[in-house]
């Protein structure tokens, strides 16, 4: 039976707006330690009401909402496992303070890509579909964003791992552009033109000025 859970986003003109609008609440949406489910389409239908209501909080400012909703986000995303995908072959490279150093960085980047457009939001609904088995054990949660109003809607999917018994992101992917292989190919060529410094060099430069790296469904 297909769920909706209210969801709200930004107005945007374009579509690479819209989908970075729908990221900045997509990638946040799935994340908090007290939600105790046994499938992940549960997982996601579940938190996707509680970041609703910290959205909907009128006592809150943007600002706050942002920060509340950063924290569930940083419970929710499996960094060490989502370090390894983006990073890959290279990840070898990396010692262990240097990989302490980029999956610190990797999650202000995140954070700061796809957390800008939180304070600005529409009613609208997200439609679970139902769920596929990956490999490694892997489930993917296909969703839709019903847009309404004879909009086009959007296929939003998330790639749940379960570690330890908890189910965690490892990947979402926006009408079919998958984040962890859009980083992966831009960390693989900044990697080979200077190694691990020059990565971690590039994303402290990008979070100190709030400038993203191109990332998919972000402006």
Not at 41 to 69: F, H, N, T
Not at 72 to 78: G, K, P, Q
Not at 186 to 213: M, S, W, Y
């Amino acid at each position: 039976m297909r769920r909706t859970s209210r969801i709200t986003r930004r107005a945007m003109t374009s579509r690479e707006g819209l989908v970075s609008a729908l990221a900045s609440v997509c990638l946040l949406v799935l994340g908090a330690t007290t939600v105790r489910a046994d499938q992940p389409s549960q997982v996601v239908d579940a938190l996707a009401s509680q970041v609703i209501a910290v959205l909907k909080d009128g006592q809150l400012s943007s600002d706050q909402k942002r920060d509340r909703i950063q924290q569930i986000a940083y419970t929710a995303i499996d960094f060490p496992t989502l370090s390894k995908l983006v990073l890959a072959r290279n990840y070898s490279k990396f010692s262990p303070p240097q990989l302490a150093q980029f999956e610190d960085e990797f999650k202000q980047h995140l954070s700061m890509t796809y957390g800008r457009n939180v304070d600005s939001y529409r009613n609208e609904k997200v439609d679970i579909l139902g769920e596929r088995p990956e490999t490694r054990g892997d489930v993917t949660v296909q969703t839709k964003i019903l847009r309404g109003g004879g909009s086009q809607d959007i296929a939003v999917d998330y790639r749940l791992r379960q570690p330890d018994g908890q189910w965690k992101i490892i990947d979402v992917i926006i009408e079919g552009v998958s984040l962890v292989s859009n980083f992966r190919s831009q960390f693989q060529d900044i990697v080979a033109q200077g190694g691990p410094d020059k990565l971690l060099a590039l994303l402290k430069e990008k979070n100190a000025a709030g400038e993203p790296l191109k990332a998919p469904g972000a402006d």
